[in-house]
């Protein structure tokens, strides 16, 4: 009996442990879904619906290689940009979509705004910044906004010890 009590003990700590990173992220990360690759194809947007096809395939590495090449032809493009966020974030690269996050905050065209804030939230989730991650969740959680419910859900697993 004195043998089975720190390993029931043991056992006991780790099913309260915190969640892992990994399982949190799993969980509550979700492309942003295809609505590029129906547009007409012209010589301007060929590049964009090619690495979409990877995209729109699940093929999220060869669709990040590809969107940073749309990306770097133009930098403006925010369309590519937060595709190539949740290329990177679904193929395991939080800090090179960070990169793309700060960069999509801090220009002019805010059509993504409400994305930029959410995929933020995930980008520290998968990078193991629980707590940073936890106040993003419960700031979005609290206003009027396009993920309200996803971040009540991510704050919510976030607080459970």
């Known amino acids: 009996m004195r043998l ?6 043991c056992l006991a700590a780790l099913s ?17 879904p295809d609505l590029v690759s129906q ?8 590049a964009l619906l090619d690495a979409m096809a990877h995209y729109a395939q699940q093929d999220y590495a ?18 590519a940009r937060i595709y190539l ?5 679904a193929s395991g690269d939080p800090y090179r979509a960070e990169m793309h996050l700060d960069f999509m905050e801090n220009h002019r065209d805010r059509s993504y705004s ?8 995930l980008c520290w989730l998968c990078e193991g910044q629980l707590e940073r991650a936890a106040q993003q969740a419960a700031w ?3 206003r009027p906004h396009t993920y309200r419910q996803e971040a009540e859900a991510l704050a919510k697993a976030l607080k459970q010890p």
């Open 4 to 9: 089975l009590l720190p390993l029931v003990l």
């Open 16 to 32: 309260c442990a915190a969640p892992e990173p990994a399982s949190l992220c799993d969980r509550f990360f979700t492309p942003y």
């Open 39 to 46: 547009r007409p194809r012209t010589t301007r947007n060929a």
């Open 62 to 79: 060869v669709a990040a290689e590809r969107l940073q090449q749309v990306v770097d032809r133009d930098p403006r493009d925010i369309t």
């Open 85 to 89: 966020v949740n290329a990177l974030l």
């Open 114 to 121: 409400d994305q930029v804030e959410w995929y933020n939230a």
């Open 140 to 142: 979005i959680a609290a």
